[in-house]
Structures are given as structure tokens and as C-alpha cells.
């Protein structure tokens, strides 16, 4: 999966190399993801994480443009329980390489571009922890360890990207998307059953367009 990925990366860069129009830029920002789906907590905390990657822009008309990007995206979910007089806070992190593929609407005000996009993702694990923190107020003992839940955990995610991005000056963006889970965050057992939990995660962006 790893080589798929380097390809389509490749795929990307030679492409973008080939037309005039293309432009490529930087991007990065805040992650704010939970979990859907019918096996979902319902009491999950809001999980904190970040991305950062690269974009292509290439304009297929005066009005659309599509818009690759490679992601490094950090995804999860929190929650919380109590067994006596026992606490436990336990924290998800799964981190993905990401390749979105947007297609925008391209209109302007003046000076300043309103990209609205919709379009789908494919996600490759990176990574997958499980950090549990154990406190006990008749003891006041605090435990912490982290878990690698990676066995667990489907290599590859899909998912559909829902936003608006805004160009300023011509190469500084600002952003926001939703993206939405369309596969399953947890491998299915021998008997084909397992949790119906999916990662949607809300992204805040800033980016620079290396405009020619």
C-alpha cells in the first residue's frame, strides 16, 4: 500500500509538470475529530490533532479547478469511565497519510477567490494508539500507559470531503471541510462482525499557493 501511495504521489507531481495552469502550495492546520456509526460512544470527548501537506491546483476551466492534496492527518476519539472508585480517561490517536481529491468551484469578489469543494479520500495507517489514564481519588495514584492498537485497526479508510476554501492575495488560504467516514475504523473478526464506527473529523486550515 505504501508503493501505491509513492505512486500516486508521483502520478500527481508529473501531471501537475505537464500543464502550465498547474500550482502547487503548502497547507496545514487544527484536527478536531469523534466517531459516527451506530457502535459509537455516545458520551466520546472531542479528539485534538493536527495536519500538513502538500496541494496541486490545476484548472480545468475558469470556474472549476481540482485540487489533489497529500495529508498527514491525525484522527481519534476520547472518552471516559468508572469502575468504583476508579477513573479511566482513555484517548484514541490514529494517524493517516491522506490523499484527498477535491473539485472546487472557483468564483471571486474582488480580489479574494470562494472555492466551495466537495470530493473523496483514500487513507493509509500510519499509526494507532490507545493511551489509558487510571486515578483514584482514595489513593490519589495516577497510572498512564499507551497501547499499540495498530492489529486492530483497517489499514485503509475511505472518506468524502465536504468545504469552502478562500484565496487571498492570490496565494494565502483559509479553510474548512468536513470529512466524513465512509469505512469502518476497526477490522471485522473471523465471523465477519465487528463495531460499526466510522472517523469524522473537522479540519481548519491555512496554506500558500507557490503561484509562478
Known sequence: MKYIILAL?????TFGLAYAQSVFGIKGG??????SGDDAIGSSDSHLGMHVGFLMQYNLMQALVIQPE???TQKGYNYKYSVGDIDYKVSNSFDYIELPLLIKLNAAIGDIKIQPFIGPSISYLV???QKEKLSSDSNTTTVTHTNDVSDNINNVAFGFA???EFVFMKKYILGGRYNFGLSDIYKKNLT??????QNGVFMLNLG???NK
Open 30 to 35: 487544527m484536527n478536531i475529530s469523534r466517531i
Open 208 to 210: 500558500y499557493l507557490f
Open 70 to 72: 497529500l495529508l498527514y
Open 192 to 197: 465477519g462482525q465487528g463495531p460499526d464506527v
Open 127 to 129: 499509526s494507532a494508539k
Open 9 to 13: 504521489l508521483v502520478f500527481m507531481m
Open 162 to 164: 465536504v468545504g469552502a
